[in-house]
């Protein structure tokens, strides 16, 4: 089985950068999504770590360390519509299929 | 602009009703997934098709919920008899992939189930 813990939530400032991690157990260690989900819609991706370091995507940037069963996703210049819930997602074995943590709510404020 | 999609959007029934919710996964894409979200449990997996073959519904409680893909172009998921802790928002996801590649999903817009 896989044990994936997230913060259940995260306040930040407008502006300002904010670090979400996501630690995980697991067995054959594939990839590490992570997605974004707005209140009332669907998850939509952000982004997919397979190699240790990270990896930068506009505002956003994402890390993983294999060694430590550790990702963090970073977001920089906070604006509002980035309130959200932060999604990890862990992929092992052989299905790749991928094993959805409980989410980081988001909440940016003024 | 491709999608995926799902009917209905909204669903209210009451206790013992079956109920059947649909998906249409994006042109092309040979994987389907459905998963249920909830407060307590966050986002689970229920079923998983590749191909349009079934490889894994472990999630799924076999005893009322079932899950088909009669064609490339749908998938459903019925629960018989409902109940009301299956009350959830019962999303549809596809993708490309296969045993050796990561599964990149594509999200529909989701069904929201209230069972009275």
């Known amino acids: 089985g896989q044990n994936i813990d997230q913060p259940t939530e995260m306040t930040a400032t407008e502006g300002a950068i904010v670090q979400i991690n996501c630690t995980y157990q697991?067995?054959?260690?594939?990839?590490l999504f992570w997605y974004q989900q707005h209140a009332g819609e669907a998850p939509t991706f952000l982004s997919y770590?397979?190699?240790?370091g990270l990896e930068e995507k506009g505002r956003f940037s994402s890390f993983l360390s294999r060694s430590k069963g550790y990702s963090y996703l970073l977001l920089k210049e906070l604006q509002m519509k980035d309130s959200a819930s932060y999604l990890c997602a862990v992929e092992s074995g052989g299905s790749y299929i991928p094993t959805f943590g409980r989410g980081t709510s988001l909440i940016v404020h003024p | 602009d491709a999608r995926v999609t799902q009917t209905p959007r909204d669903k209210v029934t009451e206790m013992g009703q079956e109920v059947t919710m649909r998906c249409q996964p994006i042109l092309g894409h040979n994987t389907v997934f459905w998963y249920r979200q909830t407060m307590m449990q966050g986002l689970e997996l229920l079923a998983y098709?590749?191909?349009?073959?079934?490889?894994?519904d472990s999630g799924m409680p076999k005893d009322r919920f079932s899950a088909e893909m009669p064609d490339a172009t749908l998938a459903t998921l019925k629960i018989q008899p409902s109940e009301p802790r299956d009350s959830a928002v019962y999303f549809c996801?596809?993708?490309?992939?296969?045993?050796?590649?990561?599964?990149?999903?594509?999200f529909g817009p989701g069904t929201r189930l209230t069972v009275l």
């Open positions: 098709f590749r191909n349009r073959a079934p490889l894994d």
């Open positions: 996801a596809s993708g490309l992939g296969d045993s050796h590649s990561y599964n990149e999903q594509f």
């Open positions: 697991t067995s054959g260690f594939n990839g």
């Open positions: 770590n397979v190699l240790d």
